[in-house]
C-alpha cells in the first residue's frame, strides 16, 4: 500500500474542519464531569448519609460499564422511547443531531464523573483534617473553607490524574460517532470512501489527536506548576 500525499492533505483538512466538534464534546464533559465528580466525591468523603452509599454503589457498578455500551444503549432506549412517544401523538418529526450529541454527553459525562470522583476523593483524603477544622475555626462556611484552603491543597495532588483523565476523554470522543455524530475520525476516514485507501485517513486523524494531546498536556504541566506553590515546603 503506496501513500499518497494528496490523499492525506484532504483527510487532515476534512479533520481539521470537524475539530471543533471534538473540542467542544471534551470541554463539556470535562466541565461537567469535574463539577460532578467533586461533588459526589466531597459527599463520599464527608459520609452524607444516604447519598455516601447510594454514590459508593453507583460508582462501583457504573464503572464497569464501557462508554461504547452506555451510547449504543442508551441511543437504543431513547429511539424506542421515542419511536413510541411519537407514533402515540402521532408526530412526525425526525431525530437530529441536536438528540444524537445530547445522548453522547450524558454517556460520555456518567462515565467519566465516576472516574472523576474517585480523583477527587483522594484529593481529600490527602488533605489533613486540621485544615478543615482551621478553616471552620476563623468563620469560613464549608464552601469557603473548600474554596480558600482545600482545593488550593487538593490541586497539585489530583492534577496528574486530572491531565491522564482528560487524555482518556480526548481519545473516548471518537466512541460518539457510533450514533451517527460526525467528529475527528469519522471527516478524516470520509475522503478516504472515494480512493479506498484508508491509511492517509487514519494517519490523519492520529494526527490532529496528537496535536490536540501535545497541547493538553503542556497546559497541564502549566496547571501543575502553577500548583505547586501550594505544597508544603520542608522545614
Known amino acids: 500500500?503506496?501513500?499518497?500525499?494528496?490523499?492525506?492533505?484532504?483527510?487532515?483538512?476534512?479533520?481539521?474542519?470537524?475539530?471543533p466538534v471534538t473540542l467542544k464534546i471534551l470541554f463539556v464533559t470535562f466541565t461537567v464531569s469535574f463539577v460532578l465528580g467533586i461533588l459526589?466525591?466531597?459527599?463520599?468523603?464527608?459520609k452524607v448519609p444516604f447519598l455516601s452509599k447510594f454514590f459508593s454503589a453507583f460508582v462501583t457498578v457504573y464503572m464497569g460499564i464501557p462508554i461504547m455500551v452506555a451510547l449504543v444503549l442508551y441511543n437504543l432506549v431513547f429511539l424506542t422511547c421515542y419511536t413510541d412517544f411519537a407514533n402515540f401523538f402521532h408526530i412526525s418529526k425526525k431525530i437530529n443531531e441536536i438528540d444524537q450529541i445530547v445522548i453522547a454527553y450524558v454517556a460520555l459525562i456518567a462515565s467519566n464523573t465516576?472516574?472523576?470522583?474517585?480523583?477527587?476523593?483522594?484529593?481529600?483524603?490527602?488533605?489533613?483534617?486540621?485544615?478543615?477544622?482551621?478553616?471552620?475555626t476563623i468563620g469560613l462556611t464549608k464552601f469557603q473553607t473548600f474554596r480558600r484552603i482545600i482545593f488550593p491543597q487538593m490541586l497539585p495532588v489530583i492534577s496528574p490524574g486530572l491531565l491522564n483523565l482528560l487524555i482518556g476523554m480526548l481519545k473516548s470522543t471518537n466512541l460518539v460517532s457510533t450514533i451517527g455524530i460526525m467528529e475527528i475520525m469519522v471527516a478524516s476516514l470520509y475522503?478516504?470512501?472515494?480512493?479506498?485507501?484508508?491509511?492517509?485517513?487514519?494517519?490523519?486523524?492520529?494526527?490532529?489527536?496528537?496535536?490536540?494531546?501535545?497541547?493538553?498536556e503542556n497546559l497541564g504541566h502549566l496547571v501543575e506548576h502553577y500548583s505547586d506553590k501550594y505544597r508544603k515546603k520542608p522545614i
Open 40 to 46: 459526589i466525591g466531597a459527599i463520599r468523603f464527608y
Open 191 to 216: 475522503p478516504c470512501q472515494e480512493t479506498y485507501s484508508y491509511l492517509e485517513g487514519y494517519l490523519a486523524a492520529a494526527l490532529m489527536y496528537w496535536i490536540i494531546g501535545i497541547a493538553i
Open 114 to 136: 465516576c472516574s472523576m470522583s474517585e480523583i477527587t476523593r483522594g484529593g481529600f483524603r490527602s488533605v489533613d483534617k486540621v485544615q478543615f477544622e482551621a478553616g471552620y
Open 1 to 19: 500500500m503506496e501513500f499518497n500525499y494528496s490523499y492525506f492533505v484532504t483527510s487532515f483538512k476534512q479533520a481539521l474542519l470537524y475539530t
